[in-house]
């Protein structure tokens, strides 16, 4: 497997963007700004990138409550994606979904998603799409361990092979269902060996690591692409912030992220690595890092100065208005 | 119930280590090849099985590694008689797991703190590679539970539990039925960076990335410490232009080039053959060293690319017999019938 340069800056950016963009909302939430809930997804950044590298616009991705790093791998713009935090009117769903719902469909990204399990079934749909369709579209839905027990995700597997579709599941175990350890409610000590039951090759993958997702996950594609059907792949990793802003997690070890962060940051893994074989210099890192804080600050100046939806707006994008 | 106690004074606790790889059996492989997936809950089934066959040789306790709640959870929750009573006491290291490659060397460097007499390992090449690094002169029974085993064997845990009891209770010559295995051992600017128990295998990769190799194309160079016929991975290309034994003083070495005429069709990984292009193979003499010929790429141990190099890295590679020193089951199950260990006089 190798990346070029121009590859590994692209996964460097959008990796620092997904960083700096969630550091943001944990700071700017705590302002009592931005309306509703906020699930963030700071640390698990190797997972979203390494899989929508390897995909275009065509291609769908449906995700979770803790979407926001998701929809800035598959390409939705920044600015759009902080206004409609804040709820505000030129937000990518003009300002009425919020956190839990930004989708653009023009960017193949069907959707963050309050409903825990419920991207799973909608790939399915996508992927039949795809495969009625015959334009070599993959369909992927990001899920966490909780959302691995729903029945939603159990009966999509299912479905995915029975159909053989393009379909991807991936499960992001991040060791916590909101507060509830992974181990005791998960029935098996990997996502990925339910695969099995289902018929589809499970692979379990360092979710820290770069490198080692975007492999797996250019393998599974291409493999779905060729019409070899779905795979379930489980990324091992950690999440950096409470299941939501404002969560005291009790429940997780004193310097447990501390010692991840330390160790198995994918920033400071990938950074490493390629500086180390000096296939990039820090030099070119740190000039992303620089551009990508101004980008996030003037994402945040905007949604600030933008306009709410007023009453007017109330019954507009209800419905699809079909030609 | 158990065997009559062994004829010479033991010291007690006799304490038996069992190290078994969670995530065995899970890699990329099961997308490209139709690798099959080894169970945590036969994984389980194994260990309780040697367990079994431990406490038949009076071994007192056994110490495993924690996990994030599979293979740990289930010990904890199954082994153990309905009157709550413990088929075989357990002890976990208090290794503080990273779900790493780190948890393995940290648990086997307690169990030997711990003093244990043997260790059972339930993993894949990469698993008993990690655990030989640590385990010095401490017997291993290996058992296979990974994807492209060449190290490891594939037996009934029962009775890889009823040879390492014999060897942990001193019933058997440890000289009798043990082997020391060869290594591959890696420097890179005098600093030792890794072992192969089996191969080691230079790409011209750019990255570790997922670790297991399978892109034949990217394959430069080969060195193997033996090489079976029935070999499946890396070790099968070695294997099919000339077979090295276990036993035999020296290794090989093959150079590959894919534009070389001469080729050979080799099952890389399960269900997965690779037409690959051989330039010259060498023996390999044990106490040798040699640089790459490539001067920049990934270095594959036992299957799994683990180190990047580039061209200002200095480069060595050497093979000894100072590898682990492996049961040899057949051996010590085979003396252990010779020396009657297993009969009795008593209804006990």
């Known amino acids: ?267 400071m893994l990938f950074s490493k690595r390629v500086t180390e074989q000096g296939l990039l210099t820090q030099a070119q890192l740190d000039a992303i890092d620089k551009e990508v804080a101004a980008e996030i600050e003037a994402s945040v100046a905007h949604a600030k100065s933008s306009a709410k939806p007023t009453s007017a707006d109330l019954m507009t994008d209800v419905y699809v208005s079909y030609p | 119930m158990r065997l009559q106690d062994p004829p010479k004074e033991v010291s007690r606790p006799i304490r038996v280590g069992i190290l078994a790889n969670p995530a065995s059996g899970r890699d990329i492989r099961r997308v490209i090849s139709k690798a099959s997936v080894f169970p945590t809950a036969e994984k389980c089934n194994m260990i309780q099985r040697l367990m079994g066959a431990l406490t038949v040789c009076g071994v007192d306790e056994a110490w495993m590694m924690p996990d994030k709640g599979g293979i740990a959870t289930v010990i904890k929750r199954f082994g153990q008689t309905p009157e709550g009573k413990r088929l075989l006491p357990v002890q976990f290291t208090d290794t503080d797991i990273m779900e790493i490659p780190e948890d393995t060397r940290l648990s086997v460097r307690a169990m030997i703190a711990a003093g244990i007499r043997a260790i059972i390992v339930l993993g894949g090449d990469g698993t008993h590679r990690l655990v030989a690094e640590e385990c010095g002169e401490i017997p291993m029974a290996t058992l296979s539970t990974g994807t492209n085993n060449s190290f490891p064997e594939l037996r009934e845990a029962t009775l890889s539990g009823l040879a390492a009891g014999l060897v942990a209770t001193e019933r058997l010559n440890l000289d009798d039925v043990t082997r020391r295995e060869k290594r591959l051992l890696v420097e890179v600017n005098g600093e030792t960076r890794g072992m192969a128990l089996v191969d080691a295998c230079i790409s011209a990769d750019m990255f570790v990335a997922a670790k297991a190799v399978w892109q034949v194309e990217q394959l430069r160079e080969l060195y193997v410490t033996f090489a079976s016929s029935e070999a499946i991975g890396l070790s099968s290309i070695a294997s099919l232009v000339n077979p090295v034994g276990r036993d035999e ?90 020396q009657g260990i297993m009969l009795s006089d008593s209804n006990e």
Not at chain 1, 148 to 167: H, K, Y
Not at chain 1, 231 to 252: S, V
């Open chain 1, 1 to 267: 497997m190798n990346l070029n340069e121009a590859q590994l800056l692209q996964a460097y950016r959008k990796m620092r963007q997904i960083r700096a963009f969630e550091d943001r909302v944990h700071d700017e939430f705590a302002t009592g700004e931005i309306p509703g809930f906020v699930h963030l997804y700071a640390g698990e950044e190797a997972s979203a990138v390494g899989f929508c590298m390897h995909l275009n616009d065509e291609d769908r991705i449906a995700s979770t409550h803790r979407g926001h790093g998701h929809c800035i791998a598959k390409g939705v713009e920044i600015k759009g994606m902080m206004s409609e935090i804040y709820g505000r009117r030129n937000g990518t769903c003009a300002g009425k979904g919020g956190s839990m719902h930004i989708a653009d469909l023009e960017k193949g990204m069907m959707g963050a998603n309050g409903i825990v399990g419920a991207g799973p079934p909608l790939i399915c749909g996508a992927g039949l799409a795809a495969k009625f369709r015959k334009n070599g579209g993959v369909a992927i839905a990001f899920v966490g361990d909780g959302g691995s027990n729903q029945g939603t995700t159990l009966e999509s597997l299912n479905l995915a092979t029975v159909w053989n579709l393009p379909c991807i599941f991936v499960a992001e175990n991040n060791g916590y269902a909101e507060s509830t350890g992974s181990k005791w409610s998960v029935s098996c000590e990997n996502i990925a060996d339910r695969a099995a039951a289902f018929g589809m090759p499970g692979v379990v993958v360092d979710g820290h690591d770069f490198f080692a997702v975007y492999e797996v996950a250019g393998e599974a594609i291409k493999r779905a692409r060729e019409g070899g059907g779905p795979t379930l792949i489980e990324c091992k990793l950690n999440r950096y912030y409470g299941h939501f802003e404002g969560d005291a997690q009790t429940y997780r070890g004193v310097d447990e992220v501390k010692k991840v962060k330390e160790s198995k940051d994918c920033l």
């Open chain 2, 249 to 338: 003083d020296h290794g090989l070495g093959v150079q590959m080039d894919p534009e070389a005429t001469q080729k050979v069709m080799a099952p890389i990984a399960p269900g997965l053959f690779a037409k690959l292009g051989i330039q010259r193979w060498d023996e390999l003499q044990l106490g040798s060293s040699w640089a790459p010929t490539i001067d920049r790429g990934v270095i594959a141990l036992d299957g799994e690319r683990e180190i990047e190099f580039r061209a200002v890295d200095n480069v060595r590679l050497s093979m000894d017999r100072l590898g682990p020193r492996v049961i040899d089951v057949s051996k010590a199950l085979g003396a252990a019938a010779k």
